[in-house]
């Protein structure tokens, strides 16, 4: 499966963007989809992740209660709403997938992710 994420940019702090990531072919329901994300100089970072089923979804610290993990099944598509963005927010971001169901704890491996996007640019100004 090849994943081709978009939507990155800049923006001002307290701002708003929306990633997409979609999917070259369709993966069984219980698949998962999610981002991860690197700043220069820093290790990957889990974002979040969700199954296509919806029974799991999972964020990282730094984002619950600012972004939005979504799906759309129809368009083999996934959404990553982001508010309330804060410099710290700045890095590339990447989609991943895999088309085994991960647990909860699992999907914050980058490991457990057989496909990668090439990554999309988020810049957070002060």
């Known amino acids: 499966v090849q994943l081709q994420a978009s939507g990155g940019g800049l923006v001002q702090a307290g701002g708003s963007l929306r990633l997409s990531c979609a999917a070259s072919?369709?993966?069984?329901?219980?698949?998962?989809m999610g981002w991860f994300r690197q700043a220069p100089g820093k290790e990957r970072e889990f974002v979040a992740a969700?199954?296509?089923?919806?029974?799991?979804?999972t964020y990282a610290e730094s984002v619950k209660g600012r972004f939005t993990i979504s799906r759309d099944r129809a368009k083999n598509t996934m959404y990553l709403q982001m508010n309330s963005l804060k410099p710290e927010d700045t890095a590339v971001y990447h989609c991943v997938e895999t088309s085994g169901g991960l647990t909860l704890s699992t999907m914050r491996n980058p490991s457990a992710y057989e496909s990668w996007g090439q990554g999309t640019q988020v810049t957070v100004s002060s």
């Open positions: 969700a199954s296509w089923n919806g029974a799991k979804t």
């Open positions: 072919a369709r993966t069984g329901s219980s698949g998962v």
